[in-house]
């Protein structure tokens, strides 16, 4: 298995611009999340869908940022317009449903964010 | 308030050194407590504790969960320069009437091995 695989690996941008950012899941996983990473706050859950659903949004900072799941294969984080504070490392991670394993989460390599 | 704390927040030791690692945690309904350790890139797995498995061992590194104390730790024995890294722990937090925790991290401690 190929693992969580996340696009892009960096992206630079300037402030106001539209960014974003794509999470392909691990085939079978039911669950998806995505998390932002800064040295000041730690790594934070944005959002976290199951089956395609988003379950609790509550992380997501403001309405700039928005998530989005239209399969079982794919997912989108958006940021627009982006500001020079959300420059972070965003993780996308999957899990599998199975008993006894659904809080493992699989990582992907995660998207350097930097917004100038 | 549900919680995950770490300590120390940073940690410099010298190759060959036993290290431990400190995680303590409020959170209702406890599910289990996990340890991941994060290099370069992507946190990666080390242990899950819950209930029925308090103790994990895995070569060099060990885990404990202590109920009573609402804590963990993470023991590294004779460590290495490859140990370095980000060590997080994290527990499920239940949102709301869901069957499923949303996986919260501690600040996580920064473990440096010098040779």
């Known amino acids: 298995d190929a693992g969580v695989i996340q696009s892009p690996r960096h992206e630079v941008t300037e402030m106001g611009q539209e960014v974003t950012l794509r999470c392909k899941p691990i085939?079978?996983?039911?669950?998806l999340f995505w998390y932002r990473q800064t040295m000041m706050r730690g790594l934070e859950l944005l959002i976290y869908?199951?089956?395609?659903?988003?379950?609790?949004d509550s992380g997501m900072p403001e309405d700039r940022f928005s998530a989005k799941m239209p399969n079982a294969s794919f997912s989108t984080l958006k940021i627009q317009p982006s500001e020079p504070r959300d420059s972070a490392v965003y993780f996308c991670?999957?899990?599998?449903?199975?008993?006894?394993?659904?809080?493992?989460?699989?990582f992907g390599s995660g998207t350097q964010l930097s917004v100038l | 308030e549900d919680k995950v704390v770490q300590s120390p927040l940073s940690l410099v030791v010298h190759e060959g050194d036993t290290v431990t690692l400190n995680c303590s945690y409020e959170v209702t309904n406890f599910r289990s407590l996990l340890w991941y350790k994060q290099e370069k890139k992507a946190p990666t797995f080390l242990f899950m504790l819950?209930?029925?498995?308090i103790e994990k061992k895995s070569g060099r590194l060990s885990s404990i969960l202590d109920k009573k104390e609402l804590s963990s730790i993470l023991n590294i024995t004779a460590t290495q320069t490859g140990d370095s890294a980000i060590y997080l722990c994290?527990?499920?937090?239940?949102?709301?009437?869901?069957?499923?925790?949303?996986?919260?991290f501690g600040q996580g401690t920064i473990l440096t091995v010098h040779p």
């Open positions: 994290a527990a499920p937090f239940r949102a709301g009437g869901t069957s499923y925790g949303k996986l919260t």
């Open positions: 819950t209930s029925s498995g």
């Open positions: 869908f199951n089956n395609n659903v988003p379950i609790d």
């Open positions: 991670a999957s899990s599998p449903r199975s008993q006894g394993q659904g809080e493992k989460l699989f």
């Open positions: 085939s079978g996983h039911d669950y």
